[in-house]
Each structure stands twice: as C-alpha cells, then as structure tokens.
C-alpha cells in the first residue's frame, strides 16, 4: 500500500469516528423535532377525532339565545330560567312556591259562587299554563261547610266548581282539560262548628 493510500484510509476513518462521535446528537435532534411535529398536529386538532359540541354554539355572537347554555336565556327573555308566560326552563312551575301556580285554593263567601279578585288573580296564571301544557289536566273540586242539608251543600260545590271551570274556558283553556267534582259538606279541612272554620271549608280545589 503506497504513502497516498494509507493518507486516504487515515482521513476515511477520522470521519466515521467524527460521524459516530456525532450520531447521538442527531439522534436526539431529530427526535426533538419529531415531538415538536406531533405538539403542533395535536394543537390545531388535526388528526384528531371530532368532539360533539354540547354547548349549541354558534348561534348569535356571545353565544345567547339557545338550549344547552348554562345559564342562558330562554324563550321569555329572561336569563334566570323563569318564564313570564307560565313556563320555565328549569322545570314545571306547578312545583315552584313563588309561582302565582302555587295558589291553589280559591274561597267562597257563604252561599255563594262568585269569585272575588284574588281568585280571579290565580284562576288567570292556571288558565295561561294550561292553554301553554294542553296535555295537563285539572280537577276542579268544589266544597262546602257544614250548614245546610247534604244535598244542597253537594248542588253548592258542583256550583262553585262550574264557575271556576267557566272562568278558565271564557280565558281559553279547552273544556276536555278541565273536569269538575263536588264533595259538598264531605271533605272539611277545618273540623271546628265556627265562621274562621267554616270560611276555611267554603272552597274549590284545583287539582293537577
């Protein structure tokens, strides 16, 4: 082998030995740039599996105005999930105690059938809710005190049911949601032989 080979064969193995020297480096370098490839895949979700989105976006520009938001408005106007129209977002309003619903009671002078303003009152937010819930049906039950025969006080309460159911057909809702009961003198819920007892006695019902 001449001087010039031997010179070639020199410079041939410093450079695998600065290859292999350097290998690691690359090695590591490459990878890192593999990992910063998939961060960057994985930040503009592409590749990625579709997520459904729960939240309804995408009607009007802060997200309001549709079902699924979190505290979002309603129908009415009104963010807090109650309704001005017999309605709400957060559940029956029969079940809520501040609703004008929650009146179910309406009371008669003494052998009487009208009903006085505060019974109109109510009458008119079950008539509203049950012209909005056409599937939900009412009872109308009609009493009575104690004084007068059996059968007077049973004529009595059908009496005062009818008007009830009267007032809430002339407001709209249709009859076959509506059904009228009389229990006369039979079901007090004051027991007492007094006016306070018998003031609490003189009523209809509304039964959901």
Request: aromatic content about 6%; proline content about 3%; overall charge negative.
């Amino acid at each position: 082998m001449n001087t010039e080979s031997k010179q070639l064969g020199l410079k041939q193995m410093k450079v695998q030995k600065m290859i292999l020297k350097k290998l690691p480096v690359l090695l590591t370098a490459a990878a890192l740039s593999f990992l910063t490839a998939c961060t960057t895949i994985s930040d503009d979700n592409t590749g990625d599996a579709s997520v459904e989105d729960r939240t309804g976006g995408g009607i009007g520009q802060n997200g309001e105005g549709y079902e699924g938001q979190t505290g979002g408005y309603n129908d009415s106007g009104m963010g807090d999930g109650t309704a001005i129209n017999g309605q709400s977002t957060n559940g029956d309003p029969l079940s809520d105690p501040n609703s004008p619903l929650s009146i179910r009671t309406i009371y008669f002078e003494y052998d009487s059938t009208m009903i006085n303003s505060e019974g109109q009152s109510a009458l008119n937010a079950h008539a509203e809710y049950l012209s909005l819930n056409p599937t939900k049906q009412l009872i109308i039950e009609g009493h009575t005190d104690e004084r007068g025969t059996r059968e007077y006080n049973l004529s009595l309460g059908e009496r005062r049911g009818n008007a009830v159911a009267d007032f809430l057909t002339a407001s709209g809702v249709p009859g076959q949601q509506i059904e009228v009961r009389s229990y006369g003198e039979e079901n007090p819920v004051a027991l007492d032989h007094s006016e306070s007892a018998w003031q609490l006695n003189r009523r209809v019902e509304l039964l959901y």
